[in-house]
T-cell receptor, first 110, second 113 residues
Framework: AQRVTQPEKLLSVFKGAPVELKCNYS??????LFWYVQYSRQRLQLLLR??SRESIKGFTADLNKGETSFHLKKPFAQEEDSAMYYC????????????FGQGTELSVKP | ETGVTQSPTHLIKTRGQQVTLRCSSQ?????VSWYQQALGQGPQFIFQ???????GRGNFPPRFSGLQFPNYSSELNVNALELDDSALYLC????????????FGQGTRLTVV
């Protein structure tokens, strides 16, 4: 069965520290993976997707098919990075059909 | 270009009642997906509508139904409401097949008492 797992409900770091939000998936096929972010009182929005291979707001994520992981990383956390982060997998690679993890709340302290 | 809008923002219903939630898709998007997000959980896929037809469904009972209109807006209907239906309901629109980014609305908070 397709599944996305985010093992940490809460991750708390100090400003300037490195951040890694973990995401593991199970999917029988070629997955398309995303990170969505929800800042306080804002709607869920796309942060990045693995096919773009780009860095957004200093965040990167590499798809590791061997370990079935798609961890989100940032070398130096900023206070404005505090938010809920959701890893998601595109179901049958069709737009809008997403399987989400439970989310990780990132708290960056000054 | 307008974003995805949902109405109402909040709703309180009694167990056993029926509810209709509405979603206007982003300009140029012909696909609408609905999600249920319980407190402390990630969004769960309910179903998707493409060109006014259901195009995939998650693990939700038939009392969850939907519609899509020619202008691509959509409705989510839930009959015989149960207390566990209390959640944030999210609508997301996306473009033609092959474009996989989904744009989300702000959600409708449904409370069943």
């Amino acid at each position: 069965a397709q599944r996305v797992t985010q093992p940490e409900k809460l991750l708390s770091v100090f400003k300037g520290a490195p951040v890694e939000l973990k995401c593991n998936y199970s999917y029988s096929g070629s997955p398309e993976l995303f990170w969505y972010v929800q800042y306080s009182r804002q709607r869920l929005q796309l942060l990045l997707r693995h096919i773009s291979r780009e860095s957004i707001k200093g965040f990167t994520a590499d798809l590791n098919k061997g370990e079935t992981s798609f961890h989100l990383k940032k070398p130096f956390a900023q206070e404005e990075d505090s938010a809920m982060y959701y890893c998601a997998l595109s179901w049958n690679n069709q737009g809008g059909k997403l399987i989400f993890g439970q989310g990780t709340e990132l708290s960056v302290k000054p | 270009e307008t974003g995805v809008t949902q109405s109402p923002t909040h709703l309180i219903k009694t167990r056993g009642q029926q509810v209709t939630l509405r979603c206007s898709s982003q300009s140029g998007h012909n696909t609408v997906s609905w999600y249920q997000q319980a407190l402390g959980q990630g969004p769960q896929f309910i179903f998707q509508y493409y060109r006014e037809e259901e195009n995939g469904r998650g693990n939700f009972p038939p009392r969850f139904s939907g519609l899509q209109f020619p202008n691509y807006s959509s409705e989510l209907n839930v009959n015989a409401l149960e207390l566990d239906d209390s959640a944030l309901y999210l609508c997301a629109s996306s473009g033609p097949t092959g474009v996989t980014e989904a744009f989300f609305g702000q959600g409708t908070r449904l409370t069943v008492v």
